[in-house]
């Protein structure tokens, strides 16, 4: 994952404190529920939200986040498992919704399979999130200019074209951040290539609803 500086910025980025309502959407090992788990403390909440539609990619996705919430200590923990699209009946209103490295799949044949689009899934972060709540999107950067052409194949998607399509759905950027840029990286390559897993440039954009 990341060094602790980094980690500690991005939790920032996402504006989440004391109390907060925090959704984390297809949360893997649950490294970011954790985080948001120990911020919010006591009186917030988590929702740890597994897409049914990548449920079975990893093995036991559901049950890893069903062990954390287990956890002690980890009483604001909610694992959910549902559709995308049905993510406002799935959670409360949330302070924010985290997205990390999934945007991008979106716009691939497997999320796309149960009819979810992006364009969907914005307006019903829209109608999650409460007003001032703060939408955080990190993922693999495209080139420039290429759309979704490369999110199937490559795992990348265009910066600008994520911008454009979230503030569609009527949310306004409020913060970006480059802490992930990597100018090396030639976004030529899919992001499990061991010349760049791990390392490749990435962008962050803070949303929020007005």
Do not use: C
Not at 46 to 55: G, L
Not at 129 to 147: Q, R, T
Not at 164 to 186: I, R, W
């Amino acid at each position: 994952m990341y060094d602790q500086s980094t980690l500690s910025a991005l939790i920032l980025l996402a504006r989440a404190d004391k109390g907060s309502t925090v959704i984390d959407v297809y949360p893997g090992d649950g490294e970011w529920t954790r985080l948001f788990s120990d911020l919010v403390g006591p009186a917030g909440r988590v929702y740890s939200f597994v897409p049914t539609e990548i449920a079975e990619l990893k093995d036991d996705q559901v049950g890893q986040i069903l062990t954390l919430a287990n956890e002690p200590g980890r009483e604001n923990v909610r694992p959910v498992s549902a559709d995308l699209m049905a993510l406002p009946d799935a959670t409360h209103p949330a302070d924010v919704l985290w997205l990390h490295l999934f945007y991008h799949d979106l716009h691939t044949r497997l999320i796309q399979a149960k009819g979810a689009t992006a364009a969907d899934f914005n307006r019903a972060v829209y109608e999650r999130l409460k007003p001032g709540g703060s939408y955080v999107i990190v993922d693999h950067a495209a080139a420039a200019g290429a759309g979704t052409s490369d999110t199937q194949s490559l795992h990348r998607i265009d910066p600008a074209f994520v911008r454009k399509e979230v503030e569609d759905a009527g949310f306004v950027l409020d913060a970006e951040s480059n802490l992930l840029a990597n100018k090396d990286d030639l976004h030529s390559a899919r992001v499990f290539d061991p010349s760049i897993k791990g390392e490749t440039d990435r962008f962050a954009y803070r949303f929020v609803r007005p």
